[in-house]
């Protein structure tokens, strides 16, 4: 029978690669309700105003495109490059372009405090009894870490490209430690600096074996992603055709770029927890393998009355209730 994941013994176990995969899907086997539902409430506004913004400046450039196209003096010879620095001109000095960057950072900030914030609520005691995790108790949990988790963005980024720049490895190395960042923060409350010495203190010899999770879980988005790419693009080619007969290209162009763009973020919006998730099952593993505090949660409750169970409770054919 799977782990139900409402209290804090079912995270801090220690296990291996196939474990922490399998747990990562059973945790959303059993809490996509209310983590959905707090996604819904806090993300998705943000997620469909990215995909508008991002739309919209695709629909910019692929129009700059097609005006160069037409325009038979839009291609000189002399100078090939001349017309994609127009097109980067017009992205660039384009406010829009801004707008969507920042937006992107916000809707990633509260992407991950979402997903970590119902999770650190599920951090329950063991012998109290679960409740159902409203959107509100994951917005009190993200409320706290939103400034420091939009600014850590920006300072995970500085360090794994000066990372980068100190013989390529040193970047590689940065970036898989650095994939706890968020977890840790959540989880234990620390600073920016503190949180980063915490996750090369818990990568240490554990490395390989974070960054095969990483790339497993990658490999199943990419081919998740890819499969949706090539319906999107099916659709790209059948429907103008089929809804837009009389349209111009450029309007068709415009027209679908926004749609599918839209279908695009909320198919995104929908696969990445997994990651995210996976992650954290990694984060409570090296914690268990290096301090054990799981095991020491579980000696101090020996010996303690379970929690009573409210009136009127009845227990499946497989539990075995209180005794």
Same mark, same amino acid.
């Given at each position: 029978?799977?782990?139900?994941?409402?209290?804090?013994?079912?995270?801090?176990?220690?296990?291996?690669?196939?474990?922490?995969?399998?747990?990562?899907?059973?945790?959303?086997?059993?809490?996509?309700?209310?983590?959905?539902?707090?996604?819904?409430?806090?993300?998705?506004?943000?997620?469909?105003?990215?995909?508008?913004?991002?739309?919209?400046?695709?629909?910019?450039?692929?129009?700059?495109i097609?005006?160069?196209?037409r325009?038979?003096?839009?291609?000189?010879?002399?100078?090939?490059?001349?017309?994609?620095?127009?097109?980067?001109?017009?992205?660039?000095?384009?406010?829009?372009?801004?707008?969507?960057?920042?937006?992107?950072?916000?809707?990633?900030?509260?992407?991950?405090?979402?997903?970590?914030?119902?999770?650190?609520?599920?951090?329950?005691?063991?012998?109290?009894?679960?409740?159902?995790i409203?959107?509100?108790?994951?917005?009190?949990?993200?409320?706290?870490?939103?400034?420091?988790?939009?600014? @850590?963005?920006?300072?995970?980024?500085?360090?794994?490209v000066?990372?980068?720049?100190?013989?390529?490895?040193?970047?590689?190395?940065?970036?898989?430690?650095?994939?706890?960042?968020?977890?840790?923060?959540?989880?234990?409350?620390?600073?920016?600096?503190?949180?980063? @010495?915490?996750?090369?203190?818990?990568?240490?010899?554990?490395?390989?074996?974070?960054?095969?999770?990483?790339?497993?879980?990658?490999?199943?988005?990419?081919? #998740?992603?890819f499969?949706?790419?090539?319906?999107?693009s099916?659709?790209?080619?059948?429907?103008?055709?089929?809804?837009?007969?009389?349209?111009?290209?450029?309007?068709?162009?415009?027209?679908?770029?926004?749609?599918?763009?839209l279908?695009?973020?909320?198919?995104?919006f929908?696969?990445?927890?997994?990651? #995210?998730?996976?992650?954290?099952?990694?984060?409570?593993?090296?914690?268990?393998?290096?301090?054990?505090?799981?095991?020491?949660?579980?000696v101090?409750?020996?010996?303690?009355?379970?929690?009573? @169970?409210?009136?009127?409770?009845?227990?499946?054919?497989?539990?075995?209730?209180?005794?």
């Amino acid at each position: 029978m799977p782990l139900a994941y409402t209290h804090e013994s079912d995270f801090r176990q220690e296990r291996n690669f196939g474990q922490k995969i399998s747990a990562t899907f059973e945790f959303i086997g059993v809490h996509w309700r209310p983590l959905g539902r707090a996604l819904l409430y806090l993300v998705a506004p943000l997620a469909l105003l990215q995909g508008i913004l991002t739309a919209l400046i695709q629909s910019r450039m692929l129009g700059t495109i097609l005006h160069t196209a037409r325009d038979p003096q839009g291609y000189n010879p002399r100078d090939p490059l001349a017309t994609q620095r127009a097109i980067f001109g017009a992205t660039f000095q384009n406010p829009l372009y801004y707008l969507t960057i920042a937006t992107s950072l916000v809707f990633a900030t509260m992407f991950v405090l979402t997903i970590y914030g119902y999770l650190v609520r599920c951090l329950r005691p063991t012998g109290t009894l679960p409740t159902p995790i409203t959107p509100a108790e994951v917005w009190e949990v993200a409320k706290r870490h939103l400034l420091s988790t939009f600014f @850590s963005f920006w300072g995970i980024g500085v360090i794994v490209v000066l990372g980068f720049l100190f013989f390529v490895f040193p970047g590689y190395y940065l970036a898989v430690a650095l994939s706890l960042f968020f977890i840790v923060r959540v989880v234990e409350g620390t600073g920016f600096f503190a949180t980063v @010495s915490r996750c090369l203190h818990l990568i240490k010899g554990k490395w390989w074996s974070t960054f095969g999770l990483i790339i497993t879980m990658v490999g199943l988005l990419y081919v #998740l992603m890819f499969a949706v790419s090539m319906f999107l693009s099916l659709l790209r080619v059948g429907l103008p055709s089929a809804f837009m007969p009389t349209a111009e290209p450029g309007q068709v162009s415009a027209v679908f770029t926004v749609a599918l763009t839209l279908f695009f973020t909320v198919v995104a919006f929908l696969i990445y927890p997994p990651m #995210l998730l996976a992650l954290a099952f990694q984060y409570f593993n090296l914690v268990e393998r290096r301090e054990g505090v799981g095991l020491a949660q579980l000696v101090d409750q020996l010996g303690q009355a379970p929690a009573a @169970s409210p009136a009127g409770t009845t227990y499946r054919p497989h539990e075995e209730g209180e005794y």
